[in-house]
């Protein structure tokens, strides 16, 4: 059979996918396409302080927010916390890398202020948080939680390997 023939009837996109360009891309071909991020969208900014210092902070230096961007920022303020826990009890000078550990140790419900959904880092446990965007009208829409600033949140939601 020919490759160009085929016709392609399911698509998984996951946050790759949530950005300008594949929408440009994909045009009227990507109507109806979902789309599964593990955090909230940008979207969702205007609800959400924590995301919305982020894009304010992104577009400041020039450069276009994206969810792999999100994701290393939710990353620098779990670093912020901790260590912000670390000075509290250790004092200024007393920031280790072993007293940082210990602080993500004892991490069990972040959600760099709403962003992701409660993650156990002390247990290093994934969340099951989950949102489906769907293309309409070339935009990303929420599909499910239809709520901003929610996730789809549970063991439900993981699926175990063997």
């Known amino acids: ?21 594949f929408l440009a891309a994909g045009g009227t071909a990507v109507e109806g396409q979902l789309a599964d991020l593990g955090v909230n969208p940008l979207t969702d900014q205007r609800g959400i302080p924590a995301m919305s ?3 304010r902070a992104m577009h400041h230096v ?4 994206s969810i792999p961007a999100l ?8 670093f912020e916390q901790t ?17 940082l550990l210990g602080a993500l140790g004892t991490v069990h419900a972040f959600n760099a202020g709403g962003i992701l959904g409660a993650t156990d880092i002390a247990a290093r446990q994934p969340t099951g948080c989950y949102v489906l965007l769907t293309v309409k009208n070339g935009h990303f829409v929420r599909s499910f939680p239809t709520a901003p600033g929610q996730l789809d949140c549970g063991a439900q939601n993981l699926q175990m390997g063997s």
């Open 83 to 99: 260590a912000r826990q670390v000075v509290q009890a250790s004092g200024t000078n007393g920031l280790t890398r072993v007293r």
């Open 71 to 78: 994701e290393s920022y939710s990353a620098t303020l779990l």
């Open 1 to 21: 059979a020919d490759p160009g023939s085929t016709t392609v009837k399911v698509w998984y996109c996951d946050a790759s996918c949530d950005d300008p360009t």
């Open 53 to 55: 210092a982020f894009v």
């Open 62 to 65: 020039g450069a276009t927010p």
